[in-house]
């Protein structure tokens, strides 16, 4: 059994700042990599930032230079730094964890980011 967890969301104006983090916590043996996914209202769930095993990151286009992603591998943890945000980034994060045993990926239960003045 794996549970993900993530907090930190909420509400913030335009400009503003938020740090999303997520652990990842049960019978875990290895991982391809932990990220980030968002959901708006009537839109398809969309990747927002990745990091891998290795270290290396993938970003959306639309929060590349805005958003930094962190990891610690020795306790499943990741992170994500939201700088600069727009209205168009509110949504529901979700912090994915894929691993050899789950091809689907390990979800967590998401948190709301609201950004709105």
């Known amino acids: 059994q794996v549970q993900v967890v993530e907090s930190g969301g909420g509400l913030v104006q335009p400009g503003g700042s938020l740090r999303l983090s997520c652990a990842a916590s049960?019978?875990?043996?290895?991982?391809?990599?932990m990220g980030w996914y968002r959901q708006a209202p009537g839109k398809q769930r969309e990747l927002v930032a990745i990091i891998h095993s290795s270290g290396s990151t993938t970003y959306a286009d639309s929060v590349k230079g805005r958003f930094t992603i962190s990891r610690n591998n020795a306790s499943y943890t990741v992170a994500l730094q939201m700088n600069s945000l727009k209205p168009e980034d509110t949504a529901v994060y979700y912090c994915k964890v894929l691993s050899p045993q789950m091809p689907a990926g390990y979800w967590g239960q998401g948190t709301q980011v609201t950004v709105s003045s």
């Open positions: 049960g019978s875990i043996f290895s991982i391809f990599y």
